[in-house]
């Protein structure tokens, strides 16, 4: 190489590692840091054993686990980002899903934990609805177009004390007006990072709740409905029929701009998402529970893509996943073994075949015709006794031709 050009090579070299800002790479985000290492600590709270949870998921490579903040103890939040089996390409539709504001809320990490553990083992997600739910369901086809964002734990520090508030005593599900707490702020730069068009916030009456503390789904409507108002209409309406239709009771509830703008899902929708609060039922069993938040995640997360793919206003939102994961993302599931990929994989290795045995036969036939002439020469003399017959000879070459690669055909032969 002369030196001129070998010069030239360093200076590009150096301007693109000094400049990654400039080719598209970003600084790392501190809060957005991917946990590599999960260990199930000797000592068990309500904490660390999901933290132990999400790290048995972890091991199959399936999921991306995000450390977006720290609680006031110094407790970390992480987030939880899974495509259901079946996807291939970086999904359209992002669902962030919030457990445990309330600390007092067991349900919601322990189910969502639970949906993610077995989708992250390969289990496909529609198999997870309910018996009765599943009846009254059509076939779920829209689930590979979703990555959901879980936050187990919203609130760590009330998770572990199991109380409402966070350590500083704040209710973090009425904190959304100010944003105060790192809880509430973590959640925020999710938001905004990922730009999930969904958001559900889990929820669970309590024993002590005034009536009527039932099973519900709760959306925001205005008079002159934004488009993701007709997207939360139509999502809700859709899952709602199909629960109510088994053998679920689960109330729509419509909040209006006058309620209380400082709960999550209200923020959230006047910051143009689609959002929902889902209450379970006051004195419900954990599996009743189980049962109508894990139904109405997965049927709002079907139809989530479908509607907002008929939605011109909302889907015309340009997103751009963190570089990091759409690298992993494109790794580990583009290269799913689809159909496609394996009638490509077995053409690949027929014409290898192929070319292999054609390689071997004209390497090994020169040296067999000269053996094969000789061996029959040889016959031709032991047999008859008579001298070498020229005629003898191009027969048995040509039926010896008749069975290499590098044979004239036969019709070839015949025309001479
Ligand atoms: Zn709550």
Redesign the pocket.
């Known amino acids: 190489m002369r030196a001129g050009a070998f010069y030239t090579y360093l200076l590009f070299a150096v301007v693109i590692f000094a400049c990654p800002a400039a080719f598209g790479a970003s600084a790392p985000d501190k809060h957005l840091v991917q946990i590599t290492e999960i260990k199930t600590p000797r000592i068990l709270t309500p904490y660390t054993r999901i933290l132990g949870e999400i790290g048995k998921a972890r091991s199959t490579g399936n999921i991306r686990v995000y450390h977006i903040g720290t609680s006031a103890q110094g407790r970390s939040i992480p987030m939880i980002a899974i495509a259901p089996a079946g996807a291939t390409v970086l999904p359209k539709v992002r669902i962030l899903i919030i457990c445990a504001?309330?600390g007092d809320?067991p349900a919601s990490p322990e189910v969502i934990t639970d949906i993610i553990n077995k989708c992250s083992h390969g289990k496909r997600p529609e198999t997870l609805l309910s018996p009765s739910t599943r009846r009254s369901a059509p076939k779920l086809r829209h689930l590979s177009s979703v990555l959901w964002l879980v936050i187990p734990i919203a609130n760590p520090d009330g998770f572990d004390m199991a109380r409402?508030a966070n350590s500083a005593g704040i209710d973090l599900?009425r904190d959304w007006l100010t944003r105060s707490q790192p809880e509430t702020q973590a959640i925020k730069r999710v938001f905004e990072k990922w730009a999930p068009q969904i958001v559900l916030d889990l929820?669970?009456w309590s024993n002590g709740d005034p009536p009527p503390a039932e099973n519900g789904l709760e959306m925001m409507t205005r008079p002159n409905a934004a488009a993701q108002d007709v997207l939360e209409r139509d999502i809700a309406h859709w899952a709602l029929r199909i629960m109510n239709g088994g053998a679920d009771t689960v109330s729509l509830i419509t909040s209006r701009p006058s309620a209380n703008p400082s709960l999550a899902h209200r923020y959230f929708a006047s910051r143009g998402a689609a959002s929902f609060l889902i209450?379970t039922a006051a004195g419900a069993k954990l599996a009743e529970r189980r049962k109508v938040l894990t139904d109405l995640v997965l049927l709002i997360s079907e139809r989530a893509p479908l509607t907002i793919s008929n939605n011109a206003t909302a889907s015309t939102h340009s997103f751009r996943y963190p570089p990091e994961f759409q690298a992993w993302f494109q790794k580990r599931y583009a290269q799913v073994d689809t159909g496609e990929a394996q009638k490509l994989k077995l053409i690949w290795f027929v014409l290898a075949l192929w070319g292999g045995l054609v390689l071997i036969r004209q390497k090994t036939s020169a040296p067999m015709k000269e053996a094969h002439d000789a061996d029959v020469k040889h016959k031709i003399t032991k047999r008859n006794g008579l001298p070498d017959s020229p005629l003898f000879l191009a027969k048995s070459r040509l039926w010896y031709a008749s069975d290499t690669a590098s044979r004239p055909s036969r019709r070839a032969f015949s025309k001479r």
């Open positions: 504001q309330h809320e409402r599900n929820h669970q209450e």
